[in-house]
């Protein structure tokens, strides 16, 4: 490897630029130390810093990296929505799906956005915090998920919130813990917003204007 090949790896590799030097600035240390003691010891800090800033950045790396890894999702957790002039933006994450916590019935609840599923989707323990009961006479309904068909019991959330976005009295399909493993946002609410789309990796949702909410 020629001087010219060396720059352009360090280049595009600059965790590996900076352990190096920082190895070296730590040698480099240790020879002045006994002659320069002062000089000495402030080198060999900062190659200290410099290396616990490199392994700090290689772990940050190496996590978010790593789809399913537990710091990957220690780094990435679901979190409320943020309102950006009175829409509402998910960031995608490390899974390659959009995840918001939102307020069912005032009970925070953390759904996935599938606009593949046509009602919103929730487990019995979810609806059992958030006090939502099958509707009487309900006969269950045959829902496609990841793990197959199953039969869900129709019910009715007051209120499901979460950013800019309040959707109330909503048909939500309760599914059996052992067979619905993510609650899921459908169609049903997202049909109810003024528009909704992706752009640079972000769900943008757009509420209806009061007006048009009323008729």
Known sequence: MNFGQLEALLYAKP????TIVAILLAVLAGMLLHRYPRLGHGMRN?????LTAALLLTVASLATSAHRSDAALWLDQVRPAAVEGGQTVL????DGHFWV???LNGVPVNFLIDTGATYTGISQSAARRAGIMPD???????LDTAGGTIVARMGTASSLRFGSIEATSLPVA???????ETNVIGM????QLGSWRVDNNQLILVPKPASAAKD
């Open 46 to 50: 900062t190659a200290y810093l410099a």
């Open 188 to 191: 049903n609410l997202l049909s």
């Open 91 to 94: 960031p995608l994450r490390t």
């Open 101 to 103: 916590e939102a307020q």
């Open 136 to 142: 009487e006479g309900d006969q269950g309904v045959m």
């Open 15 to 18: 965790l590996l630029a900076l």
């Open 174 to 180: 309760i599914g059996p813990d052992s067979e619905v």
